[in-house]
């Protein structure tokens, strides 16, 4: 027989969590939806009533949480007591990669997930199922059963994974009209029939024929698979951009031409400084770390190179700024417009910019950087780890060499260059001709997006640099 759902808890009030049950919420008014986080700052920022206090920004977030905050929709810190009410548990806790022990710099650090399995084995009174929505390397819900299914306090957990495919910047459409939904469990009745639970959950406003039902392995596979495309897709293009530097070709014409294939598609081939996020990085050196468990090294390189090629864009675009300005930038004063790894949200994790910025710190640069929602707390936490262990000399200079404006203008103004990292719309909207004026000649702007439109910028002066252009 299969439960009907009333009442789901979300452990994890993140990126992934804090959106997907928002839209559950919102779609499903019937079912008592409350998310819980050990971080208590974290969940009051989600109660505050002020919605731009929200902790995480997200067009169109604040409308959700608007419409079912305090109505279905709740925020707390009481893990316990919602573990116990809840029919249905999602496992949203983040799962960085190692930086310790064994797998150290490769596998996924899974102690948030075991601790979280802990206590829900602890508390729970009765039966639950409990979905796995981080990204986890396969096979982590074996190990949840194991431990929710070894306690001994008579409930009965079936796991699924459904991995969530959302995008940031576009959370709330791509959580709203999914292309697909993806839930993996047991082959046994049980199994079967906890599918089914989540299906019914989800069918409130996902067409069915959109909703796969997958074996687990399979569902846990296919989330390290599809991130793993979509770099992958963005290390070629980029692989390309390079080739097009040294030719004379345009990669912008060059994605138009390849993507009209419909084999190929037209969606995410841009080429950029590099990509970042907090998923493709740490999910492919998962599928890295698997593959070499499973004696697969060919397949392992295969996919690593993804990453080695992110890694030499960024260190390219960091690399043509220095030559281009006379092999030293020390002294220098490079504007950064744009921090986050994406527009439209305020995540900065695995950012571009944080490694470009490393890098021309190390040749002695003034960053003055500007991003319409990143906040100067979280600059200078990126920037401190990758550049300089605390309290040590070098993170003084750190703050003497970095500065955060609330203004594009200002963080302009008397520049050596302007470097563009993120694409935020709002840069195609500035008075270039007023920047240009109070800038220093020549006018170099190094355009990591392909943005701002070169002809125009050119005409005024500039010395523009785009990715992918001869
Ligand atoms: C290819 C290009 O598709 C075509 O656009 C170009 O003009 C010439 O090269 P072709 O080699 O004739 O065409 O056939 P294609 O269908 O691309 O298949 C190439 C090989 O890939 C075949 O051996 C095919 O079996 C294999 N293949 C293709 C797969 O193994 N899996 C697939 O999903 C697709
Ligand atoms: C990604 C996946 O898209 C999503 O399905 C998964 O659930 C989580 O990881 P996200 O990291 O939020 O989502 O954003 P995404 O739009 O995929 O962008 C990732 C990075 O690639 C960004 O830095 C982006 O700027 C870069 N990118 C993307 C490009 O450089 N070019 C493109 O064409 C597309
Ligand atoms: P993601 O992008 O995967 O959503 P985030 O870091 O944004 O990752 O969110 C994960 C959240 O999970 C954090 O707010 C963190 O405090 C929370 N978290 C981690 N472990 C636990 C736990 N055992 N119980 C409750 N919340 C947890």
């Not at 959109?210 to 979509?230: D, G």
Request: aromatic content about 8%.
């Amino acid at each position: 027989k299969v439960k009907t759902i009333t009442n789901i808890c979300c452990i994890g009030a993140g990126y992934v969590g804090g959106p997907t049950m928002a839209v559950i919420a919102q779609k499903c008014p019937h079912i008592k939806v409350t998310v819980v986080d050990v971080n208590e700052q974290r969940i009051a920022d989600w109660n505050d009533a002020d919605l731009n206090k929200l902790p995480i920004y997200e067009p169109g977030l604040a409308d959700v949480v608007a419409e079912a905050r305090g109505r279905n929709l709740f925020f707390s810190t009481d893990v316990d007591q919602a573990i116990d009410e809840a029919q249905m548990i999602f496992i949203s806790v983040n799962t960085p990669t190692k930086t310790y022990g064994v797998g150290k710099g490769m596998a996924a650090d899974l102690k948030y997930i075991e601790l979280c399995a802990r206590q829900i084995a602890k508390v729970s009174k009765d039966d639950k199922i409990i979905v796995e929505k981080s990204t986890l390397p396969v096979r982590t819900a074996e190990a949840l059963s194991t431990i929710l299914n070894s306690t001994g306090n008579g409930a009965n957990f079936d796991i699924l994974s459904s991995p969530e495919f959302l995008a940031e910047g576009t959370a709330i459409s791509d959580l709203q009209k999914p292309d697909r939904i993806l839930i993996g469990g047991d082959e046994t009745e049980k199994g079967q029939s906890a599918i089914k639970s989540l299906v019914a959950v989800y069918e409130n406003w996902v067409p069915r024929e959109n909703i796969i039902t997958t074996r687990v392995w399979s569902s846990e596979l296919s989330k390290l698979t599809a991130n793993a495309f979509l770099a992958q897709r963005v290390s070629s293009i980029n692989a390309i951009s390079a080739l097009c530097e040294k030719t004379g070709a345009d990669v912008d014409e060059i994605s138009r031409a390849i993507g009209a294939d419909s084999r190929i598609g037209s969606k995410f081939l841009k080429s950029s400084v590099g990509f970042g996020g907090s998923c493709f990085q740490k999910d492919i050196l998962n599928l890295v770390y698997l593959c070499r468990h499973f004696n697969l090294p060919e397949v392992a390189d295969y996919w690593e190179q993804v990453i080695k090629m992110n890694d030499y864009q960024k260190h390219r675009f960091a690399k043509n700024i220095i030559d281009t300005l006379f092999n030293t930038v020390s002294g220098k004063k490079i504007a950064f417009l744009g921090w986050a790894f994406k527009k439209d949200t305020n995540d900065t994790r695995e950012s571009a910019a944080i490694y470009v910025a490393k890098e021309l710190l190390e040749d002695r640069a003034e960053i003055h950087i500007y991003d319409p929602k990143v906040s100067k707390e979280q600059i200078f936490a990126d920037l401190k780890s990758v550049c300089h262990p605390e309290g040590s000399e070098a993170t003084k200079d750190l703050f003497k060499n970095v500065i955060v404006h609330k203004d594009p203008y200002t963080a302009m103004q008397s520049a050596h260059a302007i470097a563009i990292l993120t694409e935020w719309d709002e840069f195609k909207t500035y008075d270039w001709n007023k920047v240009y004026d109070e800038m220093l000649k020549p006018a170099f702007l190094f355009d990591g997006r392909n943005v701002v439109s070169n002809e125009e910028l050119e005409k005024i002066g500039f010395q523009v640099y785009n990715i992918g252009k001869g």
